[in-house]
């Protein structure tokens, strides 16, 4: 059974950080990439990180670049994303998910095949 969980969202406030963890189980890692993505009360889903499979590359969103990093350990099957100098706007829903497809990773959540239930993160005062 496939399945996907993330760990480690919370409350925190602007300036700070937090570290997500994604373990997953019933498949193996390392022929998926591994994507998180957010999702903000009436927007829409939006790509935050990858750990592309294979070449390793490991792409970023616009909003989160140089302040996202993600990291994969194919052994532990755990990916991971500490977030730094978090903002009110990083405030969302973070899902992992894995991609199967024909390419090294995808951007497009459509795109992926598995998806953990996700886990909240509030950036306040």
């Known amino acids: 059974q496939v399945e996907l969980v993330e760990s480690g969202g919370g409350l925190v406030q602007p300036g700070g950080s937090l570290r997500l963890s994604c373990a997953a189980s019933?498949?193996?890692?390392?022929?998926?990439?591994i994507g998180w993505f957010r999702q903000a009360p009436g927007k829409e889903r939006e790509f935050v990180a990858l750990?592309?499979?294979?070449?390793?590359?490991?792409p970023y969103g616009d909003a989160v670049q140089g302040r996202f990093t993600i990291s994969r350990d194919n052994t532990k099957n755990t990916v991971t994303l500490q977030m730094t100098n978090l903002k009110p706007e990083d405030t969302g829903v973070y899902y992992c998910?894995?991609?199967?497809?024909?390419?090294?990773?995808?951007?497009?959540?459509?795109?992926?095949?598995?998806w953990g239930q996700g886990t909240q993160v509030t950036v306040s005062s």
């Open positions: 998910a894995a991609y199967g497809g024909t390419y090294a990773y995808s951007v497009h959540s459509s795109s992926y095949d598995y």
């Open positions: 019933g498949f193996t890692l390392d022929y998926y990439a």
């Open positions: 750990s592309g499979r294979g070449e390793g590359r490991t």
